[in-house]
């Protein structure tokens, strides 16, 4: 059951875009070196960073700090997530993500779904793999923090094609899925695992929240996060079930965290967190990641920005649209185009394969995302930009960045 939307104020599209926005950490005033204060605030702030493994431009859990903060020191940001100082782990909470330490135990029903999962199903790889299980715990007790290439086993070979799992790296992620290990950290992308007693302290590990609790809580980090958002959103954001979620949203609702709103188009029961800023301007500036909170749910994109938006990696290439890494322009409280990026770390280059703008884009477009390049390219050590002839955006971005284009 839905709360009741009787005493529901209208929001508009463009209060609740700057809303969205603002809850994301965009439009507050920078550091000019941002830092180890800055980086731990933000991952806080949105919760999460989701981890994925393509490497054309930049790893996207590096991205939104950039996006949000300017050029940054990402060596700070792995400090945040390694070892026994940390103050971030990783488990399945969007996707892979990196999340703040106090988020783990509210994970632990889905780390027990997993078991469960696994005990109920007799074909599961996992028992019958149990002494391999068995073995892995024995290993990391006695050895401390280990990368899956590290350990010296039989078994530790890939099977079928280069991204074929060894059965030792296929067991590490069964206990890590069951929070029987834990990451602590990343060495050249890598997951170093360790058991949750050698990374995480005894604090933390005797937290205990039940199901119903930990939900709610959940819900109401992804509404904080959010700003203004549906029962999907929210429910979407730690990858939760619907009915949980209608729970939570009911009883964050009676105790007034949460405000029924409504926006014009939206089309869905709404709410609004009540410490949600309600911003009159926001005028960012930025490249998002594919894999950035502000877009990784691609129907709110739609809803939110009128922005279209699917990424073309996995799409052969005769068929692409747009392009293969192709990052939203934000500009403004808008996303007014795209750009295909791909970090040419050899030649120190950054190659913008094509550059699109929306119909509505406005006149300083090309302008803004050249200063916002050139910034990118001074955060990943690169010496220039070359821009080539694909995209609507791209004439007047070569222009303005005073490059040649290239073919």
Same mark, same amino acid.
């Given at each position: 059951?839905?709360?009741?939307?009787?005493?529901?104020?209208?929001?508009?599209?463009?209060?609740?875009?700057?809303?969205?926005?603002?809850?994301?950490?965009?439009?507050?005033?920078?550091?000019?070196?941002?830092?180890?204060?800055?980086?731990?605030?933000?991952?806080?702030?949105?919760?999460?960073?989701?981890?994925?493994?393509?490497?054309?431009?930049?790893?996207?859990?590096?991205?939104?700090?950039?996006?949000?903060?300017?050029?940054?020191?990402?060596?700070?940001?792995?400090?945040?997530?390694?070892?026994?100082?940390?103050?971030?782990?990783?488990?399945?909470?969007?996707?892979?993500?990196?999340?703040?330490?106090?988020?783990?135990?509210?994970?632990?029903?889905?780390?027990?779904?997993?078991?469960?999962?696994?005990?109920?199903?007799?074909?599961?790889?996992?028992?019958?793999?149990?002494?391999?299980?068995?073995?892995?715990?024995?290993?990391?007790?006695?050895?401390?923090?280990?990368?899956?290439?590290?350990?010296?086993?039989?078994?530790?070979?890939?099977?079928?094609?280069?991204?074929?799992?060894?059965?030792?790296?296929?067991?590490?992620?069964?206990?890590?899925?069951?929070?029987?290990?834990?990451?602590?950290?990343?060495?050249?992308?890598?997951?170093?695992?360790?058991?949750?007693?050698?990374?995480?302290?005894?604090?933390?590990?005797?937290?205990?929240?039940?199901?119903?609790?930990?939900?709610?809580?959940?819900?109401?980090?992804?509404?904080?996060?959010?700003?203004?958002?549906?029962?999907?959103?929210?429910?979407?954001?730690?990858?939760?079930?619907?009915?949980?979620?209608?729970?939570?949203?009911?009883?964050?609702?009676?105790?007034?965290?949460?405000?029924?709103?409504?926006?014009?188009?939206?089309?869905?029961?709404?709410?609004?967190?009540?410490?949600?800023?309600?911003?009159?301007?926001?005028?960012?500036?930025?490249?998002?990641?594919?894999?950035?909170?502000?877009?990784?749910?691609?129907?709110?994109?739609?809803?939110?920005?009128?922005?279209?938006?699917?990424?073309?990696?996995?799409?052969?290439?005769?068929?692409?649209?747009?392009?293969?890494?192709?990052?939203?322009?934000?500009?403004?409280?808008?996303?007014?185009?795209?750009?295909?990026?791909?970090?040419? =770390?050899?030649?120190? %280059? @950054? #190659?913008?394969? *094509? &550059? !699109?703008?929306?119909? /509505?884009?406005?006149?300083?477009?090309?302008? =803004?995302?050249?200063? %916002? @390049? #050139?910034?990118? *390219? &001074? !955060?990943?050590?690169? /010496?220039?930009?070359?821009?080539?002839?694909?995209?609507?955006?791209?004439?007047?971005?070569?222009?303005?960045?005073?490059?040649?284009?290239?073919?």
């Amino acid at each position: 059951m839905v709360p009741s939307r009787s005493a529901a104020q209208a929001v508009s599209p463009a209060l609740a875009r700057r809303i969205a926005l603002a809850a994301q950490g965009f439009g507050r005033p920078g550091a000019s070196a941002p830092g180890i204060r800055q980086l731990d605030a933000l991952v806080n702030r949105i919760e999460l960073l989701q981890i994925d493994s393509v490497n054309v431009f930049e790893r996207s859990h590096y991205m939104p700090a950039f996006s949000r903060l300017g050029r940054y020191d990402k060596g700070q940001l792995d400090r945040l997530s390694t070892g026994r100082e940390a103050r971030f782990t990783e488990y399945w909470a969007h996707e892979a993500s990196l999340i703040p330490l106090d988020t783990w135990p509210l994970l632990h029903w889905r780390m027990q779904h997993y078991r469960d999962l696994a005990t109920n199903a007799p074909d599961a790889w996992s028992n019958a793999n149990r002494p391999m299980l068995d073995w892995l715990l024995a290993e990391l007790a006695a050895k401390g923090p280990l990368r899956s290439s590290e350990i010296e086993h039989d078994a530790n070979k890939r099977s079928g094609p280069w991204w074929g799992w060894s059965d030792v790296k296929t067991g590490l992620e069964v206990l890590f899925r069951w929070g029987a290990v834990v990451s602590a950290g990343r060495i050249r992308f890598e997951r170093v695992y360790a058991l949750p007693e050698q990374v995480f302290s005894a604090g933390l590990l005797g937290r205990s929240i039940g199901t119903v609790d930990a939900h709610r809580e959940l819900v109401r980090r992804s509404a904080r996060a959010h700003g203004i958002g549906t029962a999907a959103d929210f429910a979407d954001y730690f990858r939760l079930k619907t009915a949980p979620t209608l729970t939570a949203i009911r009883d964050l609702e009676e105790a007034g965290e949460l405000l029924p709103v409504t926006v014009p188009g939206w089309n869905s029961p709404t709410w609004l967190h009540r410490d949600a800023r309600l911003p009159r301007r926001i005028d960012a500036a930025a490249v998002l990641s594919p894999f950035d909170p502000v877009v990784w749910a691609r129907a709110r994109a739609l809803r939110i920005f009128d922005f279209h938006y699917r990424i073309e990696i996995y799409t052969p290439e005769p068929k692409r649209v747009f392009g293969y890494y192709v990052l939203p322009v934000l500009i403004g409280d808008r996303i007014v185009g795209r750009v295909d990026l791909k970090n040419d =770390r050899q030649n120190g %280059v @950054l #190659r913008v394969q *094509a &550059a !699109w703008s929306e119909a /509505d884009a406005p006149a300083e477009t090309a302008e =803004r995302l050249a200063l %916002v @390049l #050139r910034e990118t *390219a &001074a !955060w990943q050590g690169l /010496d220039d930009i070359v821009v080539a002839p694909r995209g609507t955006l791209a004439p007047g971005l070569a222009a303005e960045l005073l490059v040649t284009t290239s073919g």
